[in-house]
Nanobody, 126 residues
Framework: QVQLAESGGGSVQAGGSLRLSCVFS????????MGWFRQAPGKEREAVTT????????FYADSVKGRFTISQDYAKNTVYLQMDSLKPEDAAMYYC???????????????????WGQGTQVTVSS
């Protein structure tokens, strides 16, 4: 019943920026815990950041703090990931995810994410 669609990936030089978008449909967006994950070849999936739209509580992985910013737009049912000062190690497939069971206090990097988009590729060249 939940559908997620990511976009905005591409190629950028180190130090550059990209803005990813995730359009949500099929459930109650405002009270659904949302997150961004990434997975590079040969590595396990990593939780990057989360947001609870109604209240805007956010969390970030240490590896992206100060460089990435998650935000959302109620009118568009869309979550964004602004990525600045990109590094080659940020290159990965980025996935949008939703955790409908998580409450406000449970919406963090360990939340029970159950729905996933198909991903958008981010490439960073040196």
């Amino acid at each position: 019943q939940v559908q997620l669609a990511e976009s905005g990936g591409g190629s950028v030089q180190a130090g550059g920026s990209l803005r990813l978008s995730c359009v949500f449909s099929g459930y109650t967006y405002g009270t659904t815990c949302m997150g961004w994950f990434r997975q590079a070849p040969g590595k396990e999936r990593e939780a990057v950041t989360t947001i609870y739209p109604f209240g805007s509580s956010t969390f970030y992985a240490d590896s992206v703090k100060g460089r990435f910013t998650i935000s959302q737009d109620y009118a568009k049912n869309t979550v964004y990931l602004q990525m600045d000062s990109l590094k080659p190690e940020d290159a990965a497939m980025y996935y949008c995810a939703a955790a409908p069971r998580a409450t406000f206090s449970q919406c963090n990097l360990q939340a029970p994410f159950a729905y996933w988009g198909q991903g958008t590729q981010v490439t960073v060249s040196s």
